[in-house]
């Protein structure tokens, strides 16, 4: 019995970080920045100022709190529900699949409207459309 916990507490570590799985919400860091976990997809969890539905695109306020992204401000997508007042996950580079209706092939750039994006060229290019609803997010 011991034997087992220890190794299914080992493949939890080891998934956690690799980043097949995120770290458990009790595990965030929740005093500020120092929080960005660099792995198979990168991952900032800040506290939200503003609510978001997933696959919005994120930004950050002065104050270092998560809010709804718009051109020039992007610097990642919410990969979940979060409402505002609450600490959330902002994903900031990799696969993101919490798109639709994309042209497969085309760039797609961070949009004027907040959470927002367009295949219309903007100043702020956030990644390329891999399938209709896959786009891999490299914002520029």
């Excluded at 097949?20 to 939200?48: K, L």
Aim: net charge positive.
């Amino acid at each position: 019995y011991r034997l087992y916990n220890a190794c299914k507490l080992l493949a939890e570590g080891i998934d956690a970080y690799t980043g097949i799985v995120g770290i458990p919400q009790a595990d965030w860091e929740t005093t500020g920045p120092a929080s960005i976990m660099v792995q198979n997809m990168c991952r900032h969890y800040a506290y939200f100022a503003a609510a978001a539905t997933p696959g919005q695109l994120m930004g950050l306020n002065s104050s270092g709190q998560g809010v709804l992204g718009v051109i020039g401000t992007v610097i990642g997508w919410s990969p979940a529900a979060v409402t505002a007042g609450q600490w959330g996950e902002i994903r900031l580079f990799g696969l993101h699949a919490n798109v639709t209706g994309l042209t497969q092939g085309l760039n797609y750039y961070a949009s004027s409207t907040t959470g927002g994006i367009t295949n219309t060229v903007t100043a702020q290019r956030v990644g390329k459309a891999l399938l209709t609803n896959r786009l891999f997010f490299n914002p520029a």
